[in-house]
């Protein structure tokens, strides 16, 4: 999946969780990731991350603490 799209997947994730109260809308983010997201979306986010994020929602990044990073495959 391409860095695009996983941006835009986090984002649109991050725009509906923002009409949330904050706290509620960081953990209802990295919830959702967790819980539907498979292992290599969230390599992929995690990757972005690392790179610094650039186009990731400030929701998105302040939820990364939160999100599982996947193990790296052997």
Do not use: C, Y
Request: proline share 7%; net charge negative.
């Amino acid at each position: 999946m391409s860095a695009e799209k996983i941006t835009r997947m986090a984002n649109q994730i991050a725009t509906f969780m923002a009409s949330k109260p904050h706290a509620e809308g960081v953990e209802g983010l990295a919830l959702h990731i967790n819980d539907f997201w498979e292992p290599r979306m969230r390599r992929e986010l995690f990757a972005l991350l690392d790179a610094g994020g650039e186009g990731l929602s400030p929701l998105v990044i302040e939820a990364a603490d939160q999100i599982r990073r996947p193990v790296e495959p052997a």
